[in-house]
């Protein structure tokens, strides 16, 4: 993929650029909102930028496309780039905005190393970049193409439940009438609201209902930082939205989904909030009467904060094979086992595949242990909520 000539001045630069990566983001980012303010205001999560997680993500992300272009010449990162584009496309991200990014992209890169970026330099990672640009560009343009519903469209909550403290769940259905096209378990949308400031700020939600249901179903945990840009949508929803109340949601995006897994033994771990793709996931199988073995585990801090544990619980025993292990930090007594998720006692079945999602620590955990019991890396897939760190605290 990458020209011999480019391959061999990434791969003496790459030490240098990674090195400098959380830099050349931070100043990326501050070039691109000073120029394109709107972009902050209504495509960017103002949370992550503040948090500076998004610059984490960003970094990762290059740093590890380069790394595999270097070595893996003849093969792309997919499920780098898919996750990506599943993301990019649930926020309606366009072919020009790439042309956008690489302006000010560059522009940093060239700030920060100064007369280091030769000609030679500059040529190789312009090829990086565009490799992986027109790579996410094919991808997006293929999921816009096979969305149902293209674009954001209007829906009516006609439902609130509160779940727990801090989690509701909305039950929503189209404005217009139309049809509730379904969608994989796993998935998730994007909400867009306005802010009491005007911004259109937006951010994604794991659907928790079952894939053929006639509503469409969020379930939000309220994010407690009312002094940042953090939780000014959770709180927004929590305090604004009622029944009655319209959002926009884009058509269903993700890539943690059941792929051909019939037959096959499955394992879903979550922790806190992150149990909301596995509710979709266990309603798809227990419908279709999943045979193999379900392991189902989740850790949280207590069962009064377990959210949609009832549904948890009720999705797994019609399946035919299911075993349930929860974790409570605290007031586990009767209704789960005291501490953090740990696998020492539960059975994996041989081939198990295995869905994660939770906070990086929890997965990045319970991957190594199921890699100890013997699961391929290869069967082990996640869900990060928020932007991706796994390859930005690699290493």
């Given at each position: 993929?990458?020209?011999?000539?480019?391959?061999?001045?990434?791969?003496?630069?790459?030490?240098?650029?990674?090195?400098?990566?959380?830099?050349?983001?931070?100043?990326?980012?501050?070039?691109?909102?000073?120029?394109?303010?709107?972009?902050?205001?209504?495509?960017?999560?103002?949370?992550?930028?503040?948090?500076?997680?998004?610059?984490?993500a960003l970094a990762g992300s290059i740093a590890a496309f380069a790394t595999h272009l270097l070595a893996h010449p003849d093969r792309r990162p997919d499920a780098l780039l898919g996750r990506i584009a599943h993301k990019h496309a649930s926020l309606g991200v366009t072919p020009e905005q790439y042309a956008v990014v690489h302006e000010h992209l560059f522009a940093a890169i060239v700030d920060v190393l100064g007369e280091a970026v030769t000609p030679e330099v500059a040529a190789a990672w312009d090829e990086v970049y565009w490799l992986m640009a027109n790579a996410l560009i094919a991808i997006e343009k293929r999921l816009y193409e096979e969305a149902r519903e293209p674009g954001r469209r209007d829906w009516e909550v006609v439902e609130r439940v509160t779940e727990t403290a801090d989690v509701v769940t909305f039950r929503l259905r189209p404005v217009d009438g139309g049809p509730v096209p379904g969608f994989r378990a796993g998935q998730y949308v994007s909400v867009q609201v306005e802010l009491p400031d005007g911004a259109r700020q937006i951010r994604q939600y794991s659907l928790s209902g079952a894939p053929d249901a006639t509503l469409r179903q969020i379930s939000v945990k309220r994010v407690r930082d009312d002094a940042g840009p953090e939780g000014e949508v959770s709180n927004h929803l929590h305090a604004r939205v009622r029944e009655g109340s319209v959002l926009q949601l884009s058509a269903p995006y993700g890539d943690l989904v059941l792929d051909d897994a019939a037959g096959a033994p499955l394992l879903l771990a979550s922790a806190g909030i992150g149990v909301t793709p596995m509710i979709s996931m266990l309603a798809q199988l227990a419908d279709a009467g999943h045979p193999a073995p379900v392991t189902v585990v989740h850790g949280d801090r207590s069962p009064a904060d377990h959210a949609l544990r009832d549904d948890h619980e009720a999705y797994a025993a019609k399946l035919p094979d299911a075993s349930v292990h929860f974790w409570y930090e605290e007031n586990a007594t009767g209704a789960g086992r005291p501490g953090l998720v740990d696998l020492t006692g539960v059975a994996v079945a041989s081939g198990t595949r295995a869905y994660l999602c939770g906070p990086l620590p929890f997965m990045r955990a319970v991957r190594t242990q199921l890699i100890e019991k013997g699961v391929a890396p290869a069967d082990i897939h996640y869900e990060v909520f928020g932007p991706d760190l796994w390859q930005a605290q690699e290493g």
């Open positions: 993929m990458l020209s011999e000539q480019s391959a061999t001045t990434v791969r003496a630069t790459l030490p240098a650029v990674g090195a400098s990566l959380g830099e050349i983001t931070e100043r990326f980012y501050a070039g691109l909102f000073a120029a394109h303010p709107e972009l902050l205001r209504d495509l960017f999560n103002r949370g992550n930028q503040a948090a500076g997680t998004q610059r984490q």
